[in-house]
């Protein structure tokens, strides 16, 4: 794992990222080339993702395609759009050896003539795309492992591994303001897009969640059907005197975003509709649990650390707790005793 550098406090404004990533892993060789190149074709396909969601309503982008993918939900075409803006920037880089894609059934090769690089590149392309027409917080969610194949194409031991040996994880939240949010190890950090000038600026700098939250995520119609003990952890919320509030778009990754900033825990439980939860291990999970563990927080499925998870299957689902410790290991305490 790479060790921290110091940001000089000139950096704290006006930092784009380019720069932050030069600075913090300059003393980093291992780090620096292929991985530095991942990250920049990364925000590249980001600001083009970005741009096309500011514009979806005027470019016949709302709405789904009419075909399911293979989770069995329908495509939209912004799912579409971002999946192959993400393929097209990273598989021609020479950095990355295979490609994940919530959008695709197998692993994604790197095509002739291109070469494939040293990291696994793992991806939700455009979480939450359901939400879409209704202008609410979408986003890009990754998880980036470095190889474990000596070369060539990648194998699939170099995506079927424990949450522990990822080396970066992230999202971009295409909202009121289209935000990255970074971790390589050395907490997280969020970078805002400027489209004025088309690049990303620190503006997040070593995000830490509070210690304490009264604010919970979850589609609580569903609660009649989850486990007994959390239905009891639920309805203690609802005591005035305990002082919760309840925050749900339905999007998680603008929700965990929510919650990374201004403190909260994040709940999808295994229900009647989805007994194994919902969410993916390898492209949600995995990466929220990376940056939530980062900025002081704790992730886990009900009974054991997210990252202590070792996936077994690509699209592998998993129930998820997220967010502020104290209430994560409240409701993990509760779901194993
Ligand atoms: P998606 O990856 O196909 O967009 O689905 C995952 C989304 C999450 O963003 C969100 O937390 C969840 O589905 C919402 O599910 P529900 O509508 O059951 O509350
Ligand atoms: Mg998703």
Known sequence: MLTPVALHPQFEEGTTLDRFLLETLRDHPEATGQFVTLINQVTLAAKLVSARVNRAGLAGMFGA?????????????????????????LEHAGVVCMI???????????????????YVFAMDPLDGSSNIDTNASIGTIFAVFRRKSASGQGEPG????????????GYVVYGAGTVLVLSTGQGVHGFTLDPSVGEFFLSHHDIRLSPETRSYSCNEAYSGSWDTRLQGWLSATKD????????????????????????????????????????????????????????????????VNILDRTLGSLHERTPLYIGNRDAVEEITRLLTT
């Open 240 to 303: 005035p005197a305990a002082g919760w509030s309840a925050r749900y778009i339905g999007s998680l990754v603008g929700d965990f975003h929510r919650n990374l900033v201004k403190g909260g825990v994040f709940l999808y439980p295994p229900s009647r509709k989805s007994p194994s939860g919902k969410l993916r291990l390898l492209y949600e999970a995995f990466p929220l649990a990376f940056l939530v563990e980062q900025a002081g927080g704790s992730a886990t499925d009900g009974r």
């Open 100 to 118: 994940v894609s919530e959008e695709e059934e197998e692993i994604i090769g790197i095509p002739a003539p291109f070469t494939p690089g040293n």
């Open 65 to 89: 395609t009419g075909t399911m993918n293979i989770q069995g939900e329908y495509v939209q075409k912004m799912d579409v759009y971002a999946n192959e803006t993400f393929k097209r920037a």
């Open 158 to 169: 170099d995506v079927l591994r424990s949450g522990r040996e990822m080396v970066a994880a």
